[in-house]
């Protein structure tokens, strides 16, 4: 079976710019959730999201943040403009129910310059 | 508000070794608590979830053990191997919410 799905896997991109970071959960999921994870704060999550309602976002840093997901098999976090320390890694994760373990996929290693 | 620890932030043993990995957590008001794998470079992979009525939980030569009370849970690896060299992350789910409360996870290494 296909895990989670996340792409592109790494991302360099210019301070200014648009990211569009992408995932695509495990079918029959219903929960989905999306995490940074750095050095200095470990994991956070971002915003999670149950039948594709964002349910809570107060994990979002800031307004440049924005997350989106148009139907059960695809999501998007976008970062907009982008600065340098927005560089992380991005894990998107899902599960069925939210109580049950999520999976993760092999995250997004985004560098901003 | 709770806060989730994990000690040591790293440890090195000989192939073969029992060990074990502590995680304790601020607030006993708990739903379940997880124990993660993760790999470098890649996500984070579920080992033993322990609902909060539960004590302990076992897949294989883990075992995972939860004392609400105390505020502390472990991880028990029997019989190390070196392929069992990761980064070990316990996560919290408190009471009312779908949103995990993570330690900073133990670093462990094991030698061939």
């Known amino acids: 079976d296909a895990g989670v799905i996340q792409s592109p896997r790494h991302e360099v991109t210019e301070m200014g710019q648009e990211v569009t970071l992408r995932c695509k959960p495990i079918?029959?999921?219903?929960?989905l959730f999306w995490y940074r994870q750095t050095m200095m704060r470990g994991l956070e999550l971002l915003i999670y999201?149950?039948?594709?309602?964002?349910?809570?976002d107060s994990g979002m840093p800031e307004d440049r943040f924005s997350a989106k997901m148009p139907n059960a098999s695809f999501s998007t976090l976008k970062i907009q403009p982008s600065e340098p320390r927005d560089s992380a890694v991005y894990f998107c994760a899902s599960s069925f129910q939210g109580g049950q373990p999520q999976h993760f996929g092999d995250g997004t290693r985004l560098s901003i310059l | 508000k709770q806060e989730v620890t994990q000690i040591p932030a790293a440890l090195s043993v000989p192939e073969g070794e029992n060990l074990v990995l502590n995680c304790s957590f601020t607030?006993?008001?708990?739903?379940?608590l997880q124990w993660f794998r993760q790999d470098p470079g890649k996500g984070l992979t579920s080992l033993l979830l322990i609902q909060s009525s539960q004590r302990e939980q076992t897949s294989g030569r883990l075992n995972a053990s939860l004392d609400k009370s105390s505020g502390r849970s472990t991880l028990y690896i029997a019989a190390s191997q070196p392929g069992d060299s990761a980064t070990y992350l316990c996560?919290?789910?408190?009471?009312?919410?779908?949103?995990?409360?993570w330690g900073a996870g133990t670093k462990l290494i094991i030698k061939p």
């Open positions: 607030d006993s008001a708990i739903y379940n």
């Open positions: 999201f149950n039948n594709n309602v964002p349910i809570d």
């Open positions: 079918s029959g999921h219903d929960y």
């Open positions: 996560a919290v789910r408190p009471d009312s919410n779908y949103q995990l409360i």
